[in-house]
Protein backbone atom coordinates (compact mmCIF):
# COMPACT_ATOMS: atom_id res chain seq x y z
CA UNK A 1 0.00 0.00 0.00
CA UNK A 2 1.43 3.18 -1.30
CA UNK A 3 0.58 6.72 0.17
CA UNK A 4 0.65 9.93 -1.08
CA UNK A 5 3.38 11.76 0.42
CA UNK A 6 3.02 15.42 1.36
CA UNK A 7 6.34 16.69 0.74
CA UNK A 8 8.46 19.14 -1.38
CA UNK A 9 12.32 19.28 -2.37
CA UNK A 10 14.27 19.90 0.27
CA UNK A 11 17.79 19.01 1.80
CA UNK A 12 17.85 15.22 2.87
CA UNK A 13 17.36 14.80 6.75
CA UNK A 14 20.43 13.10 8.60
CA UNK A 15 20.39 9.40 8.32
CA UNK A 16 19.84 8.48 12.01
CA UNK A 17 16.63 9.52 11.76
CA UNK A 18 16.83 11.24 15.38
CA UNK A 19 16.09 15.03 16.32
CA UNK A 20 19.40 16.11 17.51
CA UNK A 21 19.70 19.26 19.40
CA UNK A 22 19.21 22.55 17.40
CA UNK A 23 21.41 25.23 18.66
CA UNK A 24 21.26 28.52 16.20
CA UNK A 25 21.22 31.97 16.58
CA UNK A 26 17.81 34.19 17.25
CA UNK A 27 15.79 33.95 14.30
CA UNK A 28 15.16 36.38 11.55
CA UNK A 29 11.53 37.82 11.33
CA UNK A 30 11.41 35.15 8.44
CA UNK A 31 11.93 32.28 10.15
CA UNK A 32 9.28 33.31 13.15
CA UNK A 33 6.26 32.86 10.77
CA UNK A 34 6.29 29.01 10.95
CA UNK A 35 6.80 28.89 14.71
CA UNK A 36 4.19 31.97 15.29
CA UNK A 37 1.65 30.00 13.10
CA UNK A 38 2.18 26.80 14.54
CA UNK A 39 1.35 28.17 17.97
CA UNK A 40 -1.93 30.08 17.11
CA UNK A 41 -2.83 27.22 15.28
CA UNK A 42 -2.58 25.30 18.85
CA UNK A 43 -4.14 27.91 20.49
CA UNK A 44 -7.32 28.35 18.63
CA UNK A 45 -7.13 24.73 17.91
CA UNK A 46 -7.18 23.46 21.90
CA UNK A 47 -9.56 26.53 22.23
CA UNK A 48 -11.87 24.82 19.54
CA UNK A 49 -12.21 21.15 20.99
CA UNK A 50 -12.70 22.28 24.63
CA UNK A 51 -15.64 24.73 23.44
CA UNK A 52 -17.20 21.46 21.56
CA UNK A 53 -16.82 19.80 24.24
CA UNK A 54 -18.71 22.70 26.89
CA UNK A 55 -20.88 23.73 24.01
CA UNK A 56 -22.02 20.38 22.89
CA UNK A 57 -23.29 18.79 25.57
CA UNK A 58 -24.97 22.30 26.64
CA UNK A 59 -26.36 22.16 23.46
CA UNK A 60 -27.73 18.72 24.24
CA UNK A 61 -29.36 20.02 27.50
CA UNK A 62 -30.70 23.29 26.25
CA UNK A 63 -32.69 21.52 23.57
CA UNK A 64 -33.66 17.97 25.34
CA UNK A 65 -33.68 18.92 28.66
CA UNK A 66 -32.30 15.89 29.77
CA UNK A 67 -28.88 15.38 32.06
CA UNK A 68 -28.77 11.39 30.65
CA UNK A 69 -28.72 12.49 26.70
CA UNK A 70 -25.96 15.28 27.91
CA UNK A 71 -23.85 12.99 29.13
CA UNK A 72 -24.30 10.51 26.23
CA UNK A 73 -23.20 13.55 24.09
CA UNK A 74 -20.11 14.46 25.89
CA UNK A 75 -19.23 10.44 26.46
CA UNK A 76 -19.91 10.24 22.42
CA UNK A 77 -17.31 12.30 21.81
CA UNK A 78 -14.30 10.99 24.75
CA UNK A 79 -14.48 7.69 23.31
CA UNK A 80 -13.94 7.51 19.83
CA UNK A 81 -10.99 10.47 20.46
CA UNK A 82 -9.03 8.02 22.47
CA UNK A 83 -9.64 4.80 20.40
CA UNK A 84 -8.47 7.03 16.96
CA UNK A 85 -5.24 8.43 19.00
CA UNK A 86 -4.38 5.33 19.47
CA UNK A 87 -4.75 3.77 16.21
CA UNK A 88 -4.46 6.28 13.84
CA UNK A 89 -0.38 7.16 14.59
CA UNK A 90 0.38 4.96 11.04
CA UNK A 91 -2.43 7.09 9.35
CA UNK A 92 0.16 10.02 10.53
CA UNK A 93 3.20 8.38 9.78
CA UNK A 94 1.93 7.14 6.13
CA UNK A 95 0.50 10.90 4.97
CA UNK A 96 2.35 13.22 7.45
CA UNK A 97 1.70 15.57 10.20
CA UNK A 98 1.00 18.65 8.29
CA UNK A 99 -1.29 16.96 5.96
CA UNK A 100 -3.41 15.11 8.86
CA UNK A 101 -3.88 17.72 10.90
CA UNK A 102 -5.14 20.23 8.13
CA UNK A 103 -7.09 17.21 6.92
CA UNK A 104 -9.25 16.75 10.45
CA UNK A 105 -9.50 20.76 11.13
CA UNK A 106 -11.33 20.50 7.52
CA UNK A 107 -13.27 17.64 8.79
CA UNK A 108 -14.08 18.84 12.10
CA UNK A 109 -15.20 22.14 10.43
CA UNK A 110 -17.78 20.35 8.57
CA UNK A 111 -18.93 17.81 10.99
CA UNK A 112 -19.55 20.71 13.63
CA UNK A 113 -20.88 22.59 11.52
CA UNK A 114 -23.69 20.37 10.56
CA UNK A 115 -24.92 19.97 14.13
CA UNK A 116 -26.47 23.84 13.80
CA UNK A 117 -26.92 23.26 10.56
CA UNK A 118 -29.26 20.31 10.92
CA UNK A 119 -30.97 22.27 14.11
CA UNK A 120 -32.09 25.37 11.82
CA UNK A 121 -33.42 22.98 9.98
CA UNK A 122 -35.37 20.93 12.01
CA UNK A 123 -33.76 17.84 10.82
CA UNK A 124 -31.35 16.75 13.76
CA UNK A 125 -32.60 13.85 15.48
CA UNK A 126 -30.62 12.80 19.11
CA UNK A 127 -29.32 9.55 17.26
CA UNK A 128 -27.46 12.14 14.24
CA UNK A 129 -26.10 14.02 16.84
CA UNK A 130 -24.65 11.21 18.88
CA UNK A 131 -23.22 10.33 15.17
CA UNK A 132 -21.99 13.29 14.67
CA UNK A 133 -20.69 13.96 17.94
CA UNK A 134 -18.38 10.43 17.58
CA UNK A 135 -17.09 11.49 14.18
CA UNK A 136 -15.86 15.28 15.46
CA UNK A 137 -14.13 13.09 18.46
CA UNK A 138 -12.84 10.57 16.07
CA UNK A 139 -11.36 13.30 13.75
CA UNK A 140 -9.68 14.82 16.97
CA UNK A 141 -7.95 11.85 17.77
CA UNK A 142 -5.38 11.75 15.08
CA UNK A 143 -5.60 15.65 14.37
CA UNK A 144 -4.56 16.79 17.30
CA UNK A 145 -1.81 14.18 17.90
CA UNK A 146 -0.48 14.89 14.45
CA UNK A 147 -0.04 18.47 15.25
CA UNK A 148 2.67 17.33 18.06
CA UNK A 149 4.91 15.72 15.28
CA UNK A 150 5.08 19.13 13.74
CA UNK A 151 7.38 20.14 16.56
CA UNK A 152 10.84 19.30 15.28
CA UNK A 153 10.33 20.81 11.68
CA UNK A 154 9.16 24.01 13.45
CA UNK A 155 12.18 24.26 15.63
CA UNK A 156 14.37 23.80 12.31
CA UNK A 157 11.99 26.20 10.25
CA UNK A 158 12.31 28.83 13.17
CA UNK A 159 15.60 27.63 13.55
CA UNK A 160 15.59 27.27 17.37
CA UNK A 161 16.07 24.47 20.30
CA UNK A 162 13.43 21.67 20.32
CA UNK A 163 12.91 22.83 24.32
CA UNK A 164 11.90 26.41 22.77
CA UNK A 165 9.37 25.01 20.58
CA UNK A 166 7.98 22.66 23.12
CA UNK A 167 7.91 24.99 25.57
CA UNK A 168 5.74 27.58 24.04
CA UNK A 169 3.43 24.78 22.83
CA UNK A 170 2.85 23.95 26.34
CA UNK A 171 2.52 27.67 26.98
CA UNK A 172 -0.36 27.90 24.65
CA UNK A 173 -1.74 24.83 25.90
CA UNK A 174 -1.85 25.89 29.28
CA UNK A 175 -3.26 29.79 28.50
CA UNK A 176 -5.73 27.97 25.97
CA UNK A 177 -7.11 25.86 28.89
CA UNK A 178 -7.20 29.04 31.00
CA UNK A 179 -9.41 31.05 28.48
CA UNK A 180 -11.71 28.16 26.51
CA UNK A 181 -13.68 27.80 29.60
CA UNK A 182 -14.18 32.00 29.85
CA UNK A 183 -14.47 32.17 25.64
CA UNK A 184 -17.51 29.07 26.17
CA UNK A 185 -19.01 30.53 28.45
CA UNK A 186 -19.14 33.80 27.18
CA UNK A 187 -20.43 32.55 23.87
CA UNK A 188 -22.96 30.97 24.98
CA UNK A 189 -23.99 33.38 26.68
CA UNK A 190 -24.40 35.97 24.32
CA UNK A 191 -25.17 34.14 21.08
CA UNK A 192 -26.25 31.06 22.31
CA UNK A 193 -25.48 27.37 22.30
CA UNK A 194 -26.39 26.64 18.60
CA UNK A 195 -24.17 29.80 17.47
CA UNK A 196 -21.79 29.22 19.42
CA UNK A 197 -21.24 25.57 17.48
CA UNK A 198 -21.14 27.88 13.78
CA UNK A 199 -17.98 30.07 15.76
CA UNK A 200 -16.23 26.71 16.63
CA UNK A 201 -16.63 25.15 13.16
CA UNK A 202 -14.56 28.40 12.07
CA UNK A 203 -12.22 28.05 14.10
CA UNK A 204 -11.13 24.86 13.16
CA UNK A 205 -11.27 26.11 9.69
CA UNK A 206 -8.74 28.97 10.94
CA UNK A 207 -6.74 26.41 12.62
CA UNK A 208 -6.17 24.23 9.15
CA UNK A 209 -5.63 27.44 7.17
CA UNK A 210 -2.54 28.24 9.06
CA UNK A 211 -0.95 24.69 9.86
CA UNK A 212 -1.48 24.97 5.19
CA UNK A 213 -0.42 27.85 5.18
CA UNK A 214 2.64 28.35 6.80
CA UNK A 215 4.19 25.13 8.53
CA UNK A 216 6.58 23.56 6.41
CA UNK A 217 5.99 20.39 4.44
CA UNK A 218 8.01 17.40 4.69
CA UNK A 219 11.55 17.07 2.80
CA UNK A 220 11.03 14.83 -0.16
CA UNK A 221 13.63 12.18 1.46
CA UNK A 222 11.47 11.75 4.39
CA UNK A 223 8.43 11.39 2.47
CA UNK A 224 10.40 8.72 0.17
CA UNK A 225 11.58 7.11 3.20
CA UNK A 226 7.92 6.94 4.81
CA UNK A 227 6.54 5.84 1.80
CA UNK A 228 8.49 3.11 1.06
CA UNK A 229 8.05 1.99 4.42
CA UNK A 230 4.14 1.53 4.23
CA UNK A 231 5.33 0.00 0.86
CA UNK A 232 7.06 -2.46 3.20
CA UNK A 233 4.56 -2.72 5.67
CA UNK A 234 0.30 -3.13 6.22
CA UNK A 235 -1.13 -0.69 8.57
CA UNK A 236 -1.35 -3.49 11.42
CA UNK A 237 2.34 -4.09 11.57
CA UNK A 238 3.43 -0.08 11.90
CA UNK A 239 1.19 0.07 14.45
CA UNK A 240 2.74 -3.07 15.96
CA UNK A 241 6.22 -2.02 15.13
CA UNK A 242 4.99 1.65 17.52
CA UNK A 243 4.02 -0.52 20.12
CA UNK A 244 6.93 -2.44 20.58
CA UNK A 245 8.98 0.62 20.76
CA UNK A 246 6.95 1.68 23.43
CA UNK A 247 6.76 -0.81 25.07
CA UNK A 248 10.31 -1.83 25.35
CA UNK A 249 12.10 1.84 25.61
CA UNK A 250 13.12 1.92 29.08
CA UNK A 251 12.39 5.58 29.88
CA UNK A 252 10.07 6.24 27.81
CA UNK A 253 7.51 3.23 28.81
CA UNK A 254 8.13 4.15 32.88
CA UNK A 255 6.98 7.94 32.13
CA UNK A 256 4.32 6.45 29.48
CA UNK A 257 2.87 4.56 32.72
CA UNK A 258 3.38 7.50 35.27
CA UNK A 259 1.75 10.10 33.41
CA UNK A 260 -1.65 7.42 32.68
CA UNK A 261 -1.58 7.31 36.68
CA UNK A 262 -0.97 11.19 37.24
CA UNK A 263 -3.72 12.02 34.72
CA UNK A 264 -6.19 9.81 36.67
CA UNK A 265 -5.50 11.27 39.73
CA UNK A 266 -5.79 14.81 38.60
CA UNK A 267 -9.19 14.07 37.06
CA UNK A 268 -9.91 12.65 40.33
CA UNK A 269 -8.71 15.74 41.88
CA UNK A 270 -10.22 18.52 39.68
CA UNK A 271 -13.74 16.74 38.79
CA UNK A 272 -14.57 15.33 42.13
CA UNK A 273 -11.69 15.40 45.06
CA UNK A 274 -11.57 19.78 45.13
CA UNK A 275 -15.33 20.24 44.42
CA UNK A 276 -16.22 18.26 47.14
CA UNK A 277 -13.73 20.07 49.55
CA UNK A 278 -15.03 23.34 48.48
CA UNK A 279 -18.57 22.24 49.23
CA UNK A 280 -17.53 20.42 52.28
CA UNK A 281 -16.02 23.58 53.81
CA UNK A 282 -19.00 25.99 53.22
CA UNK A 283 -17.86 27.32 50.10
CA UNK A 284 -19.08 27.82 46.52
CA UNK A 285 -18.24 27.59 42.82
CA UNK A 286 -16.33 31.39 42.67
CA UNK A 287 -13.79 29.28 44.98
CA UNK A 288 -13.36 26.33 42.92
CA UNK A 289 -13.07 28.77 40.27
CA UNK A 290 -10.65 31.02 41.95
CA UNK A 291 -8.37 27.95 42.59
CA UNK A 292 -7.95 26.88 39.06
CA UNK A 293 -7.50 30.12 37.97
CA UNK A 294 -4.16 30.38 40.10
CA UNK A 295 -2.93 27.13 39.28
CA UNK A 296 -3.93 27.88 35.39
CA UNK A 297 -1.96 30.93 36.14
CA UNK A 298 1.32 30.09 37.16
CA UNK A 299 1.04 27.00 35.09
CA UNK A 300 1.21 29.51 31.76
CA UNK A 301 3.66 31.39 33.39
CA UNK A 302 6.24 29.05 34.13
CA UNK A 303 5.90 26.89 31.12
CA UNK A 304 6.78 30.20 29.47
CA UNK A 305 9.67 30.47 31.56
CA UNK A 306 10.69 26.61 30.62
CA UNK A 307 10.32 27.59 26.97
CA UNK A 308 13.35 30.62 27.37
CA UNK A 309 15.64 28.36 29.49
CA UNK A 310 14.54 24.58 28.94
CA UNK A 311 17.53 23.79 26.78
CA UNK A 312 20.02 25.01 29.84
CA UNK A 313 18.44 23.12 32.90
CA UNK A 314 19.13 19.62 33.49
CA UNK A 315 15.98 17.70 32.45
CA UNK A 316 15.84 14.64 35.17
CA UNK A 317 16.37 16.96 37.97
CA UNK A 318 13.87 19.67 36.91
CA UNK A 319 11.42 17.01 35.47
CA UNK A 320 11.91 15.25 39.29
CA UNK A 321 11.74 18.39 41.01
CA UNK A 322 8.71 19.88 39.29
CA UNK A 323 6.07 16.73 39.88
CA UNK A 324 7.24 16.75 43.09
CA UNK A 325 5.67 20.22 43.86
CA UNK A 326 3.47 20.01 41.08
CA UNK A 327 1.51 16.57 42.39
CA UNK A 328 1.16 15.63 46.29
CA UNK A 329 1.15 18.28 48.14
CA UNK A 330 -2.12 19.75 46.87
CA UNK A 331 -3.43 16.56 47.74
CA UNK A 332 -2.37 16.65 51.09
CA UNK A 333 -2.93 20.79 52.00
CA UNK A 334 -6.82 19.62 51.09
CA UNK A 335 -6.49 16.83 53.56
CA UNK A 336 -5.37 18.75 56.13
CA UNK A 337 -8.42 21.22 56.18
CA UNK A 338 -5.55 24.17 55.96
CA UNK A 339 -7.19 27.56 54.51
CA UNK A 340 -8.47 28.67 51.57
CA UNK A 341 -5.26 31.38 51.59
CA UNK A 342 -2.97 27.74 52.08
CA UNK A 343 -4.66 25.92 49.73
CA UNK A 344 -4.20 28.65 47.19
CA UNK A 345 -0.68 28.81 47.53
CA UNK A 346 -0.40 24.89 47.43
CA UNK A 347 -2.62 24.73 43.65
CA UNK A 348 0.07 28.05 42.79
CA UNK A 349 2.89 26.12 43.96
CA UNK A 350 1.43 22.97 41.58
CA UNK A 351 1.02 25.17 38.51
CA UNK A 352 4.82 26.36 39.01
CA UNK A 353 5.63 22.50 39.09
CA UNK A 354 3.24 21.74 36.13
CA UNK A 355 4.67 24.33 33.95
CA UNK A 356 7.83 22.46 33.55
CA UNK A 357 6.81 19.24 32.87
CA UNK A 358 5.35 19.06 29.38
CA UNK A 359 7.97 21.26 27.52
CA UNK A 360 10.68 18.36 29.10
CA UNK A 361 8.91 15.79 28.39
CA UNK A 362 8.15 17.04 24.88
CA UNK A 363 11.61 17.35 23.98
CA UNK A 364 12.52 14.07 25.61
CA UNK A 365 9.81 11.63 23.62
CA UNK A 366 10.33 13.62 20.45
CA UNK A 367 14.22 13.09 20.32
CA UNK A 368 14.04 9.43 21.50
CA UNK A 369 11.33 8.24 19.20
CA UNK A 370 12.83 7.78 15.46
CA UNK A 371 10.87 10.23 13.61
CA UNK A 372 9.25 7.63 10.93
CA UNK A 373 7.48 6.48 13.96
CA UNK A 374 6.86 9.50 15.85
CA UNK A 375 3.24 9.44 14.49
CA UNK A 376 2.09 5.97 15.66
CA UNK A 377 4.79 5.99 19.03
CA UNK A 378 3.27 9.44 20.25
CA UNK A 379 -0.21 8.48 19.73
CA UNK A 380 -0.08 5.34 21.20
CA UNK A 381 1.57 7.03 24.52
CA UNK A 382 -1.06 9.77 23.81
CA UNK A 383 -4.08 7.30 24.10
CA UNK A 384 -2.49 5.27 26.84
CA UNK A 385 -1.99 8.95 29.04
CA UNK A 386 -5.33 9.60 28.62
CA UNK A 387 -6.76 6.32 29.20
CA UNK A 388 -7.33 6.60 32.99
CA UNK A 389 -9.07 10.58 32.83
CA UNK A 390 -12.43 8.97 32.44
CA UNK A 391 -11.43 6.79 35.51
CA UNK A 392 -10.50 9.20 37.85
CA UNK A 393 -14.08 11.05 38.91
CA UNK A 394 -16.00 7.62 39.11
CA UNK A 395 -12.86 6.27 41.37
CA UNK A 396 -13.15 9.06 42.92
CA UNK A 397 -16.35 9.27 44.22
CA UNK A 398 -16.06 5.82 45.18
CA UNK A 399 -13.15 6.54 47.40
CA UNK A 400 -14.80 8.91 49.16
CA UNK A 401 -18.17 6.90 49.71
CA UNK A 402 -15.78 4.30 51.18
CA UNK A 403 -13.14 5.89 53.81
CA UNK A 404 -14.19 9.76 53.80
CA UNK A 405 -12.93 12.25 52.00
CA UNK A 406 -9.92 13.05 53.95
CA UNK A 407 -8.45 9.53 53.75
CA UNK A 408 -9.53 9.23 49.83
CA UNK A 409 -7.30 12.53 49.44
CA UNK A 410 -4.33 11.06 50.87
CA UNK A 411 -4.22 8.05 49.21
CA UNK A 412 -4.52 9.89 46.09
CA UNK A 413 -1.31 11.95 47.28
CA UNK A 414 0.66 8.99 48.15
CA UNK A 415 -0.25 7.32 44.84
CA UNK A 416 0.64 10.36 43.03
CA UNK A 417 4.27 10.42 44.94
CA UNK A 418 4.83 6.85 44.15
CA UNK A 419 3.84 7.75 40.95
CA UNK A 420 6.19 10.51 40.02
CA UNK A 421 8.98 8.38 41.85
CA UNK A 422 8.57 5.58 39.46
CA UNK A 423 10.67 6.71 36.06
CA UNK A 424 13.50 7.39 38.21
CA UNK A 425 13.47 3.82 39.68
CA UNK A 426 12.81 2.05 36.39
CA UNK A 427 14.65 4.53 33.87
CA UNK A 428 17.20 5.91 36.05
CA UNK A 429 20.04 4.03 34.25
CA UNK A 430 18.77 5.93 31.02
CA UNK A 431 20.15 8.97 29.50
CA UNK A 432 17.39 11.76 29.73
CA UNK A 433 19.57 14.37 27.41
CA UNK A 434 17.52 12.64 24.52
CA UNK A 435 19.14 9.27 23.44
CA UNK A 436 19.09 6.26 25.09
CA UNK A 437 22.71 5.52 26.83
CA UNK A 438 22.26 2.00 26.25
CA UNK A 439 20.13 0.45 23.91
CA UNK A 440 17.60 -3.50 24.84
CA UNK A 441 19.12 -6.36 23.29
CA UNK A 442 17.61 -6.43 19.76
CA UNK A 443 14.67 -8.62 19.10
CA UNK A 444 15.64 -11.21 16.20
CA UNK A 445 12.59 -11.17 14.99
CA UNK A 446 11.50 -7.81 14.65
CA UNK A 447 15.07 -7.19 13.43
CA UNK A 448 15.01 -9.41 10.92
CA UNK A 449 11.23 -7.76 9.90
CA UNK A 450 12.64 -3.91 10.95
CA UNK A 451 16.45 -3.60 10.22
CA UNK A 452 15.66 0.11 10.45
CA UNK A 453 15.46 -0.55 14.06
CA UNK A 454 18.18 -2.55 14.72
CA UNK A 455 20.18 0.47 12.23
CA UNK A 456 19.17 3.42 14.83
CA UNK A 457 22.54 4.23 16.39
CA UNK A 458 22.82 5.00 20.20
CA UNK A 459 24.76 7.57 22.09
CA UNK A 460 26.58 8.46 24.78
CA UNK A 461 24.82 10.00 28.36
CA UNK A 462 25.34 13.19 28.28
Known amino acids: MTATPDAEPAPAPPAAGRHPPTAAPAPSTPYRAPLVAFLVANVVSLCGTRVSAIAIPWFVLVTTGSPVKMGLAAAAE ?40 LHLLGMLHFTTLLALVAVAGALRGPGDAAKGTLIPDIADAAKVPLERVTGLESTTERFAGFVAFLIAG ?15 AASFAICAALIRVWVPRRSAAAAA ?55 DHGHGPAQTTLIL ?72 FIERIPRHMLGRVDSLAGALGWAGIPLGGVLAGAAIAGIGLAPALLVAGGLYL ?44 S
Open 78 to 117: TLPLVVSKAFGGPLIDRLGGRLVSVSADIGSTVVVGLIPL
Open 186 to 200: GLISLVGAANALWID
Open 225 to 279: AQAAEADQENYLQQLRTGWRFLSRDRLIRPLVLMISVTNLLDAASFAVLLPVWVH
Open 293 to 364: TVFSITATVFALLAASIGERIPRRLAFTLSFLVCGAPRFIALAFDLPLWVILLAFAASGVGAGFINPILGAL
Open 418 to 461: LATLSPLVMGGSENWGGRRAKQDPPDPEETAEHPDLAAVPTAAA
